[in-house]
C-alpha cells in the first residue's frame, strides 16, 4: 500500500487538498468556538448556573400565583426543584453610600458613588483562586487574596477607639487602628484591622478586618478606556494591581441621593481580594452577610430579608431550560445577564453550525475529486488488482485496499489540516493580542485543540476520504481478472 | 482425495455477453485431468483456451457445468473460499508476466503470500527466496522487474505461481512472448516441477514444441474438444 501512495502521490497530494481545507477549516471553527465558549462565555455566563429575578411583568387571570418578594421561603422552592444543585441569594444594597481611595495605585484619590452588591463566597472561591493564580502565579512565598473573601465580623470581637470620631473619615493608617480598649495595655488594633466606629458620630466601635471586595474586570476595562483616557489618568496594566488595594465605604451618605440620619451612617474600610465576572459590573461586590447586616442596620429586617437575584446552579447543562420553566412558574424571570448569555451560547451554536457546515460542504467536495481520482487510479491499476485475485484475495481484500489507501489519505490529510489550523489559529492569536491586550481578563489564546477537536478535524477527512473512495473501491472489486489478465 | 482428478470438466458452457462472439466460447467441453499429469490446451486464437483455464482457475464464474478442482465443486464455494483456492492449491502463469512493476522481483514473487489468511507473510520471504532460487533468479530479487528480460520476468512469474506449492498450475501461453531458446528453459522448469513435487501442470499454447513436451494435448476448435 505504501508504495502505491507514493506511486500515485501527485495524484493523492491533489485529491488531499481538498481534505486538508475541509479538515482545517473545521478545526479551526471548532477549536474557536470551545476557546469562545470555555475561555469566554463560560466564565462570563457559566453554563450551569443561572441568575434569576423577580418577574417585572406580571401576568394575570393565569391563576399563577407570582411571589411579590425574593426571600428565603423562594429560596427553599427553587432548593426543592429537580436538578438544582446549589441556590446562591445575592443582595444589593439598598442606601446610599460613597467610598473614596485608590490613591496608591491610581495616583489621586478617587471618589465615588458606591453600589455594592453581596453574593455568597462558596459560589466564587473556585475562580477567585484560580484567577488570582492565573495573573500571579503559584501561591507559595507570596500573599494570598482569594482566601479572604469571607464574612470576618463573626471572629473575635475587639473593642476599640479612636482618637476622635473625625479620625474614621481620614487616611491616617495608624489613626484608624484606634486603641484597643479591652485591658490595661493600650495598643492598636491588630495588624491588618481597623477600629471600625459604631457610627460616624462615635469614636468607639470594635476592631475589624476590612470588609473583602471583589472588582468585576469590566470595570479596569471601562476604566482604562472611558475614564482614565478622558481624564488623562495613569492606566492600570491588568487586573493584578488592584489586589490589595483599600478604600473606606460610608453607608448613609450619597453624592447625589439624600443622606441618611447622621447617627446611622458607618464608615467602613475595605480591600480588593479578587476580581470575577461574577461581580457587580459598576460596584463592588462583598460577601452577602455584610450586605444583609447593612441593609438589616439602615432598613430594617423586611428590607434585609428580600435579595436581589439569585444564581441556580444546576447538576448537569441539560437540567437549565426544566429549571427556567420551572423557576417562572415561582415568579422567576433569567436576569438580563442570564438571557445575554443564553442568547450568546445560542448565537455562538449557529455559527459553530454554520462554519462546521462550510467545513463539511468543502470536505464534500473534496470527497467527489476522491471519487474521482481514486476512479481514475482504479481504472489505471485494473491489471495490478486482477493479480492480485489471481494470486488470492477476496472482493474484500481487494475493497480494503482501495479503502485502505483512502484511509492513509484521509490521515494524511486530516493532519495536515490540522496543522495549518493550529498554524492560522497561532496566526489569529498574534493579530488578535493587540486589540485584546487593552481587555482585563482577556485571553492570550482564544482557541482550544481539545482532543475532541482534534478527532474531529481527522475523523471527518478520515470518513470523507472513506466515503469518496467508496464507489471506486466497490469498482475495484468488479474488476473482472479473467477480462483484464487475459488481455496481456 | 488422490483417487478424485485433479480437473473435473463436464458439458462446460460458457457464453459472452450477446454480439461478443457468435458462438458459445466453450461449447460442451468436458476433460479430466489426473493428479500430477502434464495436459497442454493447443488450439488457434479464439478457440477457447484460456477461457477453459479461467474457469477452471475460478478467474470466471459464469459458465454452465460441472468443474471440479481437487474434488471440489467451483460453483459451490463462496467467494472467499475459492480466493482461498486460488491462494494456496493453483497458481497462474499468464503470456503477459503480470508483475508488478512498483514492487521488487522477491516482493512480487511474495505477493500471494499476502493474502493468506493462514498468517504465512513471516515465512514468505524465505520460501520466496526459495522459489526464486528454482528458477534460477536469486541474484535478481532486489531488483524491480522491469530491469529483467521477457524469459527472466516469466521465471518470476512462474516463482510466483509456485510459491505456496500448488497442486494445480494453470499456465496461458507462457511461452508466447519468449524466444524459442528462452521458452525451451521455461518448459524445462514445468517439466522439473511436475516431476519433483507432482503438480498438476494445464498449459494453453498453440506452440508445437509446448505441447510436444507434455503427457497429453487436449485441442480446442471453436469452444469445442476436438481430440484428447
Known sequence: MRRNVVRSRSHFVFAGIGLVVGSATLAFFLALSGGAREKILNRLYPVNQVEFQIETVRLFGLGIEVPSRLDE?????????????????????????????????????????AFLDGIDPVLVRDELRAAEREVLGAEEGRTVYWSAFRDREGERRIACELSNAAAQTGDD????????????????????????????????????APVPALVSPFLLEVYNSVAATAMGLRKLSGLEVMLGVQFAVLFGESYFAPDERVDRRVVKRARIVGFSNKAMEFGVTVPLPYVERANLALRGREEASEYTSVIVETHRNEDVPAIVDDARVLGLTLSPRSEE???????????????????VVILGISAINITHTFLM????????????RAVGATLLDVRLLVLGEALVLGLAGGASGLAVAYGL???????????????????????????????????????????????????????????????? | MSGTPM??????????????LPRPALDDVSV????????????????????????????????????????????????????????????????????????????????????????????????????????????????????LSAGEKQRVAIARAILNRPALLLCDEPTGNLDAETGRNVIDIFLELAAKDGTTLMIATHEGRVAEAAGRRVVLAAGKVVEG
Open chain 2, 7 to 20: 480437473v473435473r470438466v463436464e458439458h462446460l458452457v460458457k457464453r459472452y455477453p450477446a454480439g461478443a
Open chain 1, 341 to 359: 448569555g443564553r442568547k450568546a451560547a445560542n448565537v455562538l451554536l449557529v455559527l459553530t453550525i454554520v462554519f462546521a457546515m462550510v467545513s
Open chain 1, 73 to 113: 421561603a423562594t429560596l427553599a422552592a427553587l432548593r426543592g426543584l429537580p436538578g438544582v444543585a446549589g441556590v446562591y441569594p445575592k443582595q444589593r444594597t439598598k442606601f446610599p453610600a460613597r467610598l473614596w481611595g485608590g490613591r496608591d495605585v491610581l495616583g489621586y484619590e478617587a471618589r465615588l458613588e
Open chain 2, 32 to 147: 479430466t485431468v489426473a493428479r500430477g499429469e502434464f495436459v497442454a490446451i493447443v488450439g488457434r486464437s479464439g478457440s477457447g483456451k484460456t477461457t477453459l483455464l479461467n474457469a477452471i482457475g475460478g478467474l470466471d464464474r459464469d459458465c454452465a457445468g460441472v468443474l471440479e478442482v481437487d474434488g471440489r465443486a467451483l460453483a459451490r464455494m463462496g467467494d472467499r473460499e475459492l480466493a482461498r483456492m486460488r491462494n494456496r492449491g493453483i497458481g497462474f502463469v499468464f503470456q503477459a508476466f503480470h508483475l508488478l512493476p512498483q514492487l521488487t522481483v522477491l516482493e512480487n514473487v511474495m505477493l500471494p503470500a499476502s493474502f493468506d489468511d493462514r498468517g504465512a507473510l513471516p515465512t514468505a520471504r524465505g520460501r520466496a527466496g526459495d522459489a526464486l532460487a528454482r528458477v534460477g533468479l536469486s541474484d535478481k530479487a532486489a531488483v524491480p522487474p522491469t530491469r
Open chain 1, 425 to 488: 489559529s497561532r496566526a489569529a492569536n498574534a493579530a488578535a493580542s493587540g486589540v485584546l491586550a487593552h481587555v482585563p481578563g482577556s485571553p492570550s489564546d482564544l482557541f482550544v485543540f481539545s482532543l475532541p477537536v482534534i478527532a474531529a478535524g481527522v475523523a471527518c477527512a478520515v470518513l470523507f476520504a472513506v466515503v469518496g473512495a467508496w464507489v471506486p473501491a466497490s469498482r475495484a472489486a468488479r474488476t473482472d481478472p479473467a477480462t483484464v489478465l487475459s488481455q496481456g
Open chain 1, 173 to 208: 493608617a495608624v489613626a484608624i487602628r484606634g486603641t484597643v480598649t479591652d485591658g490595661a495595655d493600650r495598643k492598636p488594633c491588630p495588624e491588618g484591622t481597623y477600629c471600625a466606629a459604631t457610627n460616624v458620630l462615635s469614636a468607639r466601635g470594635f476592631c475589624e
Open chain 1, 377 to 388: 487510479l482504479v481504472t489505471e491499476r485494473r491489471a495490478e488488482i486482477a493479480v492480485w
